[in-house]
């Protein structure tokens, strides 16, 4: 399977802990975007990069929160200091340059007990 | 603020039922609509409309775009179970360099046998 992949698929932690997400975008895509689910809403953007560099972070990205891809390859998505406010599905997409569509991986559920 | 409404929110129609879903936008710098089916994983990509009036067709559902009236429609026709998900449509955007997309809340489709 050459989809987006994203690891891991589910996290439960601690109020108060670090967790990391990866995700693994369609080789040839240059745009790797990271969205949060709640129940009920629609994904959310928070950050995308071209390549490594990360051209915008939204609002909702406190300074908790820090996303890289260092090597224009994989990204990954830390939450320092987690709080229950937290818990959502962290979704990955991927594209091309230009105008195209988003190709989505499974996500990560985070539940912060 | 960018803003993407869907509806209904829910519906629930038994087999064979045609059924329309609605998305309208107010947003700036308009790039293109999106469609994605989501069922209990990632968003899964349906259709992507940038011109008014084209419509797209992928066996029983298709889509059209209206930009002068500033909303969409998804049409599935001749349901099935299996078309039981939540529908979100996204609005491409583009700010200062930067393309992202905005979600609706999704209308949540039940087709019952």
């Known amino acids: 399977d050459t989809g987006v992949s994203q690891d891991p698929r589910h996290k439960i932690t601690k109020r108060g802990q670090n967790v990391t997400f990866r995700c693994d975008p369609i080789?040839?895509?240059?745009?790797l975007y990271w969205y949060r689910q709640t129940l009920g809403q629609g994904p959310e953007f928070l950050t995308y990069?071209?390549?490594?560099?990360?051209?915008?972070k939204s609002r909702l990205l406190s300074d908790r929160f820090s996303a890289e891809r260092p090597k224009g390859s994989f990204s990954t998505l830390e939450i320092q200091r987690t709080e229950q406010g937290d818990s959502a599905m962290y979704l990955c997409?991927?594209?091309?340059?230009?105008?195209?569509?988003?190709?989505f991986g499974p996500g990560t559920r985070l539940t912060v007990t | 603020e960018d803003k993407v409404v869907q509806s209904p929110l829910s519906l629930v129609v038994h087999e064979g039922d045609t059924v329309t879903l609605n998305c309208s936008y107010e947003v700036t710098n308009f790039r293109s609509l999106l469609w994605y089916k989501q069922e209990k994983k990632a968003p899964t990509f349906l259709f992507m409309l940038?011109?008014?009036?084209i419509e797209k067709k992928s066996g029983r559902l298709s889509s059209i775009l209206d930009k002068k009236e500033l909303f969409s429609i998804l049409n599935i026709t001749a349901t099935q179970t299996g078309d039981s998900a939540i529908y979100l449509c996204?609005?491409?955007?583009?700010?200062?360099?930067?393309?992202?997309?905005?979600f609706g809340k999704g209308t949540k489709l039940t087709v019952n046998p």
């Open positions: 990069f071209q390549n490594e560099a990360q051209l915008e």
């Open positions: 080789s040839e895509h240059n745009r």
């Open positions: 996204a609005v491409g955007v583009y700010q200062g360099g930067s393309e992202k997309l905005v």
């Open positions: 940038t011109s008014s009036g």
């Open positions: 997409a991927s594209s091309l340059v230009g105008f195209h569509e988003q190709y």
